[in-house]
């Protein structure tokens, strides 16, 4: 029997324990020092109190200052469910715990940037800990998980030997997780269907605005519109970034873009902007306490991706959506396009 420790006991960390027990793990899910009410919950009734249901009896749960307890050397898995702003918290907390090699897998989204470069989100992870690191991408909606819907994912490690094992580990009934040979790929993706739901939420935002129409037509053909257009930009920043084209066509990529559009904080934000919102009212008035993966990595990788401009080395011809989103919440003006530019150099893909 493997043991996994989850480190993260936010809403994705938790129902990640659901597929971990029913493969015939041992789980020791360890809050973070922001986790302590969810801990509490979990230790009480067994029931998470944001995904409002219960998790395996076998689960083992842990507060943040309990993890040199739990991370002993029967470990077998460390699996990172904390948000992007924690990683390097995360990193601090395990340094002075962690075996060499003990291998880490990624729930947590996002890109490094450095003004220059943008690099995937394992490899700060892997240099700062010495551990192989590898990430699962693809459409997952914690709370359906935390129920056992069906759920297909890939995984990735450099290492396919790693890969096939971890795989071992998450082989529920209902957790269908398949090898994933692009990490890179995998992680750019994961992170920019973020930024993109906010482009096609906006859809949304528009019908709100928009004069009734007389047979109550909605937008779907606005946001079909943008959906392309978000996969096709998709593409070309994850072939820039070094990733492969199949992981943009697959789950990691089309896939989680899906998902995030049909609900959640990044499409509310999107259906705000695509209202005539600025992102700083918009946060501030009706998402002050919510997470909005999408803007924050605008704000992060928008310097570089203007450098990326500047240089050359992307057109940014090819990429209207993005630089319109960019400008939306880097600038903090209305989020505004022309269709017609959706079209441009369209044939450079086929």
Partial sequence: MATVLVLGAGVMGSAFTLPLVDAGCA???????????????????????????????????????????????????????????????AIEQLRPLMPARLPILLLTKGLTADGRTIGILPDPVEAALGCPTGAVGGPCIAGELAVRRQTSVVVSFRDPALTERVLGMLAAPYYHARAGGDLVGTEVCAAFKNFFALGIGAAQGMLDMAEPAVNDARMHNPAAALF??????LGRLNRALGGQRESVQGLAGVGDLYVTV?????????????????????????????????????????????????????????????????????????????????????????
């Fill in 228 to 233: 392309e257009q978000s996969a096709l930009e």
């Fill in 262 to 350: 049909q609900g959640g904080r990044n499409s509310r934000m999107g259906r705000l902007l695509g209202a005539g919102w600025v992102y700083s009212r918009a946060k501030a008035e009706r998402m002050a306490e919510d997470t909005v993966e999408g803007a924050e990595l605008a704000l992060a990788v928008g310097p570089t991706l203007e450098a990326m401009f500047d240089d050359g080395r992307l057109d940014p011809d090819d990429l209207p959506l993005t630089r319109a989103i960019l400008r939306a919440i880097r600038d903090d003006v209305p989020l505004t396009f022309t269709w017609q530019d959706f079209h441009h150099r369209q044939q450079r893909d086929n």
């Fill in 27 to 89: 789980v020791r899910l360890v809050g973070t020092h922001l986790d302590r009410e969810l801990i509490a919950g979990v230790r009480r009734n067994r029931v998470h109190p944001r995904l409002r249901a219960p998790l395996p009896e076998p689960v083992q749960s842990f507060r943040h200052d309990e993890l040199a307890r739990a991370l002993d050397e029967t470990v077998d898995l460390v699996v990172l469910g904390v948000s992007s702003a924690g990683i390097d918290w």
